[in-house]
Structures are given as structure tokens and as C-alpha cells.
């Protein structure tokens, strides 16, 4: 009879973990549901202001674990149904997205791994999303990767690491984004003339004045590619774009020559105010 009480116990002791865990499994599962849902409806009203705000009144440590786990683990895909044309039949990366740009708001640095894991994501928006997070979040720890992004065979994955190098602010990457001067998307090349402006080293003279006289396809590069001379700021640059002033904005598209002639001008004379020796 005793031996019966005992089996009796233990057998109800099981049941009960049983229950606790799949009550605490369910309890999970409706956690990721409320986010889930909030987040899809965030999403159609194209606002996340009060997302943020949401996001930082729950616990920080508990929400960056939450969303890394969602950058991870792709079973969170099926939470949506496939409505979007962006993502592969029956999954959507609407999700994955939304959790990089949270993660991104929030400026985590534990965030940084996981989102440099996430580069090598299948679709490109979550790709996208992830260099523009890598770059507002400005560890040195996505440099490598990022020099990696602008050598994507996918344009746009190249477009925002070059922006993202440029808000990064590490001069290792000034040779990779000269390279990026000659990319075959003049996007790309416009962003990597912006972005080594920011840099501000004196490497990129001679590229970013030779992509200005040879780049025939890039009106709007030419543009980026002369206010990052004037910000860099060397005397080398004064005489080459005086000579060639008539030539560069010779066949412009009139609504955009004013333009141009302004930022050439703002160019010249900023480098011409600088004390001769600054090259």
C-alpha cells in the first residue's frame, strides 16, 4: 500500500512539472504573439514611435534577448502569413526586420554578434536593415563584415555598406571604398564618394577626382564626390576642379547645373580658404 502512495506521488509530481512547463510554454508563446501581432500592426501604419517607447519601458536585458532570439530563429517566421513580396512562399522576413530595427534603437552592444551573423540572411531587406543597424550602432567589431557587405554580389547590401563604413568612421576602410568608386551600381559609387568624405583621408584625392572626370553615368555621384574633396579638405584638389569646371557641368541636365555649380563654387572656395602646405 505504501508503495502504491509513493508511485502515486511521484506520478502526480510529474504531471505537475508537466503542467507548469506547458503552462510556461504557453504563457511564452502568447508573450511572442502579443510582440508579434503589435509589431505587424506597427508595421502597416509605417510608425514606430510608439514601439519604442513600449519597448523601452519593458525590461532593456529582457527585450534585447527577446529580439536577438527572433533574429535567430527562423520558426518565428510563420507567425505571419505570407502577404508580403518581399519574402519566399509561406514565411516573411517582416519580423526579422522589425527586430533588427528595435535592436538597432535601442543601441545594445550585445546586439553587434547576432546582427553580424545576420548579414549572411537569405533576403535582402533583413540584409539591408542589418548593415544600416551596423552602422548606427558604430562597434568597430562590424568593420571586417561590412568590408565583407561591399563586395556583396547584391547591389543594394553594397549601397548601405558603404554608408554604414562611412558612419563607422574607421579609416581601415577608406581603401575598400575607393575600390567601391569603380562599383558597376553608380549608387553604390555615390555612397562610397559620401562616405569617404566623411573619413576625410587624404587617400581618396586622386580616386575621388579621377571618378569625377571618368565617371560619365553619375551626375548626382559627381556631386558627392566634390563635397567629399571639400570636406577632406586638401589644396591638391583647387586647381584640378578649376580646370575642369566648364568640362564637369558641360552637358548637365539643366535642372540640376545650378546645382552643381553651387557645391563646385562652395568646393572652391572652401579649399581655397584653406593655409597653403594643406595637402
Known amino acids: 500500500m505504501e508503495r502504491h502512495t509513493k508511485q502515486a506521488i511521484i506520478i502526480s509530481v510529474v504531471i505537475l512539472l508537466v503542467l507548469c512547463l506547458g503552462i510556461g510554454i504557453a504563457i511564452k508563446h502568447q508573450e511572442i504573439k502579443w510582440w508579434y501581432w503589435w509589431w505587424e500592426f506597427k508595421c502597416k501604419e509605417r510608425s514606430f514611435k510608439e514601439g ?8 532593456q536585458e529582457k527585450a534585447v534577448s527577446f529580439l536577438i532570439r527572433i533574429l535567430r530563429d527562423r520558426s518565428f517566421d510563420k507567425y505571419r502569413p505570407d502577404i508580403s513580396p518581399l519574402s519566399s512562399p509561406g514565411r516573411s522576413p517582416l519580423l526579422r526586420v522589425q527586430a533588427v530595427h528595435s535592436l538597432q534603437k535601442l543601441g545594445d552592444v550585445r546586439a553587434v ?58 579609416i581601415r576602410a577608406v581603401e575598400p571604398l575607393i575600390a567601391a568608386l569603380k562599383d558597376s551600381n553608380v ?33 548626382f555621384g559627381h556631386c558627392e564626390a566634390v563635397i567629399a574633396l571639400g570636406q577632406i579638405g586638401d589644396r591638391r584638389a583647387l586647381e584640378p576642379l578649376k580646370k575642369e569646371w566648364k568640362e564637369l557641368i558641360k552637358g548637365l541636365d539643366p535642372n540640376i547645373r545650378y546645382d552643381y555649380e553651387s557645391v563646385l563654387r562652395d568646393c572652391i572656395r572652401k579649399l581655397e580658404s584653406l593655409p597653403e602646405g594643406s595637402e
Open 52 to 59: 519604442e517607447a513600449l519597448i523601452h519601458e519593458y525590461k
Open 113 to 170: 554578434e547576432p546582427l553580424i551573423a545576420a548579414l549572411k540572411d537569405a533576403n535582402k531587406v533583413v540584409r539591408w536593415s542589418v548593415v544600416a543597424a551596423l552602422g548606427e550602432l558604430g562597434d568597430r567589431r562590424a568593420l571586417e563584415p561590412l568590408i565583407m557587405a561591399l563586395k556583396h554580389t547584391e547591389w543594394g547590401t553594397r549601397y548601405f555598406a558603404a554608408w554604414a563604413l562611412g558612419e563607422l568612421g574607421d
Open 187 to 219: 549608387d553604390v559609387r555615390c555612397y562610397a564618394a559620401e562616405a569617404l568624405g566623411k573619413l576625410g583621408d587624404r587617400r581618396a584625392v586622386g580616386p575621388l577626382l579621377k571618378a569625377i572626370k571618368e565617371d560619365k553615368d553619375s551626375q
